[in-house]
């Protein structure tokens, strides 16, 4: 991907982003020729479109791509599969701001998932426009990547082993403590319903701890990794089985967010942890209306095996409060509720706090990373209410099907804890310029966008949540300073 970003090429056509409220102005300074030709190709500038500018041998002088008004940071992520092969330029006073995003766009651009294709596919390249930061770029891009890479890998190849060693992987990239606990050592351990969940599966449960920074508020991240999921004994139907291997999506977002955090060398003190299963069915399977004694001591009664992934957070989330942590967040592929009250696009956003998400709820906007904020309602924590034992892992009734898995985690988050909860798809849908349909790391340039910002303010004045409003979406001109995700420079 960052390879279509070169420094410098001998010869590049200019590419000259404009919209569609520009395009008539622009179109009457151009000779009639050039007038009659957009008027040939019916070239509106809507956003992700382009019109190739011929010269007189018939040959690419200039690409016109349309942008949207203020900071676009997706439309060229079109052209990259789409233009002629060769290297091209970026015309236009651009902003450094704007400048990043068009880098951005054109590296996403390039993404394809290709490790079990046998033809290569080449893109067009780019000369790095003139004041992108290129640290945050590469930074954002390797991560949104490797997130990627991960949910869209099939099962086989990526179960909780291969999760394990990806993140060994980051760890040893960024020199960060690394250690893993599997199989019945989790029982040792006290991390019964991990084991629980992924004792029937072939490749042993695990959990997955990562370490990096010793000075600063303290930030803990939990991912949901089961690797696929049958559902267990209340056994999924096929339609539903399907894509379940982007049942560790919330894992891969997480082990994104940490590596770009690591990346950023931001001033704080990280810890991730990663529950990794595969929900499978054998003999020795968990049932349903078994209960099992959690981490935290809270007994739990298994309403549906097919509710996995809060039986493997819960215990994740009881060892991260062990840190005391300043700011708690996990993110996870939860619910189906969810995705009916919000669609793939919107992860739905839980909070103990309303400022944490007010924070978060801007910085997403800001980036164009947007999430949506459901209540935490605890009237309805009666829903989860059992005969036998604390808590049942299922609401016996369909109603707040996301209220209630985010209820059920809070659980085993002490009140004095600054809690976040993601339940995200995890995956595109349709394609969109730099989206293509499979994997995505949903809400991650939001989150990072917020944790930096947090983290800045945090040396200065304490691990207090930020209130202000991040900077807008409309872009400064050059040698005007900007606190988005475009000027997190590397410490």
Known sequence: MLEYLVARAAKSIPVLPISEKRLAAWAKEQPAQLQAWLRAADFKAKPATHCLLPDGRGQPARILVGVEEGLDRWSLAALPGSLPPGAYRLENDLSSVEATAHAFAWAMGCYRFARYRSEPKEFARLVWPEGADKAAVERLVKSMALARDLINTPAEDMGPPELAEAAKRVAQEFKAKFSVIVGDDLLKQNYPTIHAVGRAAEKAPRLIDLKWGNAGPRLALIGKGVCFDSGGLDLKPAGNMQMMKKDMGGAALMLALARAIMDAKLPIQLRLLIPAVENSVSANAFRPWDVIKTRKGVTVEVGNTDAEGRLILCDALAEAENDKPDLMIDAATLTGAARVALGPDLPALFANDDDVAAALIRHGKAEGDPLWQLPLWK???????????????????????????????????????????????AWNGRAQPGRPEGGEALAFRALFAFIAEWAKTAVSTGPKILTKKPAPRTAPRNGTRSPTLARIRRR
């Open 379 to 425: 009237p309805y924590r009666r829903m989860l209410d059992s005969k036998v034992a604390d808590i049942n892992n299922s609401a016996e009734t369909p109603f707040a099907g996301a209220v209630t898995a985010a209820l059920y985690l809070a659980e085993f988050v002490t009140p004095a804890t600054k809690w976040m909860h993601l339940d995200t798809y």
